[in-house]
């Protein structure tokens, strides 16, 4: 079932990929004395380990046609490849926004870079589309984005949903037999059992939604899971930090940004929605607090049973040298661990971490990919200002 095209929206239901499978060990045969003691020290030995062993932050030697300068594609991973779509280049100098409908594929064996010509019509420029893979299918689906001006006063959220079948080369829009979530921008999304979910993100109004949809490839139809507004539900927000896989069951997110009574509000919440029960559950481990301090903008990936976040926005930082509203991005890297309901601040090897914001992650066989986005650095109002990155780094656990 790999043509997605010649399949029309027809899916196999299937579960979480094997990063986020449970281990079989509880059905093992009961070891003996001797081993069960062997194993303990092993875990103490692996544990102390744990404790100051963070991976690996690498900057990649690529090839090939990079990205442009731009912040906010769409990416997934499929294979060994990760395919980025879109974004815009928000050029604080210029005062002029360009929206980009490119697409790219990077194979990460060989960190080469292609700049694709696919068939089929093309999505319409955006950035802060939504984006996640349908492995099983070999599809990357693409929901949601937006257009605006700098002053942010032709702002349009868009509602269509698209696929990009990679064994194809081609584009296909989906036209879904009922209706679905209202447009939005940078909406939270995750692919797992054969349904697209999609979380969040602001409209064309300047409403930030807290409803949660599923989409079924199968049926070709939406269903809304959770509406707008319902008790026990995270604050509307957008921007919120998530991988696009579940983490044993469960769809989890961190922060973001919202409308608070005095303007916007960076949040620092972290959330669970089981899909088995179909409820949330606010999991921010308040004795430790969360990441401090809030932040949006940043890139996440799930690893195995974990959530990855690095870099991202934070409050304080510089207003001048064209930028519309204060720049603080950050470098720093963290975990978090459903198991243990906890936030890590990591301190990898290899080269240094980097800082950057409206950068995007994939994550590709245990390995998490960094694309695109932007450092700033202005003081006195003397610049450069932005810092576009047109780099891929790589995060190993």
């Keep these: 079932m790999r043509n997605f095209l010649a399949q029309g929206v027809s899916h196999s239901v299937h579960g979480e990929r094997p990063g986020g499978l449970a281990p079989d060990a509880a059905r093992a045969r009961k070891p003996s004395r001797p081993l069960v003691v062997a194993l303990a020290a092993m875990t103490v030995v692996l544990f102390a380990a744990e404790a100051w062993a963070s991976g690996t932050w690498t900057q990649r030697v690529t090839s090939g046609p990079a990205p442009t300068e731009r912040s906010t594609p769409a990416v997934a991973a499929i294979g060994d490849a990760v395919y980025l779509f879109g974004g815009m280049k928000d050029d604080f100098s210029t005062f002029e926004n360009t929206f980009y409908n490119d697409l790219y594929r990077f194979d990460t064996a060989l960190d080469a870079w292609e700049l694709l010509d696919p068939a089929g019509d093309l999505p319409p420029p955006r950035v802060f589309a939504g984006a996640a893979a349908d492995e099983c299918n070999g599809v990357m689906l693409v929901f949601g984005g937006a257009t605006y001006s700098p002053d942010f ?53 300047f409403e930030f939604m807290n409803d949660l949809w599923a989409y079924d490839l199968a049926s070709n139809r939406w269903k809304e899971l959770v509406p707008a507004g319902a008790p026990g539900s995270p604050r509307g927000r957008h921007e919120a930090m998530a991988g696009t896989a579940p983490i044993r069951g469960k769809l989890t997110l961190y922060g973001g940004e919202t409308m608070g009574a005095a303007g916007f509000e960076m949040l620092d919440d972290t959330w669970e929605f089981d899909l088995r029960t179909r409820r949330w559950t606010e999991v921010t481990p308040r004795a430790r607090r969360d990441i401090t301090p809030p932040r949006n903008y940043g890139a996440a990936a799930v690893i195995g049973w974990d959530l990855y976040l690095q870099g991202g926005d934070v409050s304080g930082g510089s207003s001048g040298c064209g930028a519309p509203f204060e720049q603080n991005p950050v470098e720093e890297l963290w975990r978090y661990s459903p198991i243990q309901r906890k936030w890590t601040k990591l301190s990898p090897g290899g080269d240094p971490l980097v800082r950057l914001k409206r950068h995007v992650a994939a994550e590709v066989n245990g390995t998490m990919y960094l694309f695109s986005g932007w450092d700033f650095a202005c003081d006195g109002g003397v610049g450069p200002g932005q810092l576009w990155n047109r780099d891929v780094y790589s995060f190993d656990p």
């Design 153 to 205: 006063s032709d702002f349009v959220a868009y509602d269509d949903l698209w696929a990009y079948d990679a064994d194809a080369d081609a584009w296909v829009e989906i036209h879904p037999a009922n209706a679905g979530p209202v447009g939005r921008s940078r909406p939270n999304v995750w692919f797992a059992g054969g349904k697209l979910y999609v979380f969040g993100g602001v409209t064309s109004a």
